[in-house]
């Protein structure tokens, strides 16, 4: 099983970036689909974004399209999330996962899950 670990999280104005990274540990790296998803408060955690193995397929929510970028370095086990032009709206407890899976969105698809890293954005 593979152990994850979030990070980047914080506090940013509307209109601010942030990039969210996710080490990874245990077993081999390269060899999962890896995904990003949030969960605010009161709400079902939702899906995000995700990568391919091999990063040459991404998927993107709607509402973060143009504005959000997945992407993973496998030589440094690490994948990344990098938030522009943020709203408040995007306030939410990130979560990486891994996926055995190609092509899966649904939360129900992910089998590892970091703990999490708070992203608050303030208006």
């Known amino acids: 099983q593979v152990q994850l670990v979030e990070s980047g999280g914080g506090l940013v104005q509307a209109g601010g970036s942030l990039r969210l990274s996710c080490a990874a540990s245990g077993r081999t790296f390269s060899g999962y689909r890896m995904g990003w998803f949030r969960q605010a408060p009161g709400k079902e955690r939702e899906f995000v974004a995700a990568?391919?193995?091999?990063?040459?397929?991404?998927d993107y929510a709607d509402s973060v399209k143009g504005r959000f970028t997945i992407s993973r370095d496998n030589a440094k086990n690490t994948l990344y999330l990098q938030m522009n032009s943020l709203k408040p709206d995007d306030t939410a407890v990130y979560y990486c996962a891994t996926s055995i899976y190609q092509y899966v969105t649904k939360t129900s698809d992910f089998t590892s899950w970091g703990r999490g890293t708070q992203v608050t954005v303030s208006s």
């Open positions: 990568i391919s193995w091999s990063a040459v397929s991404t």
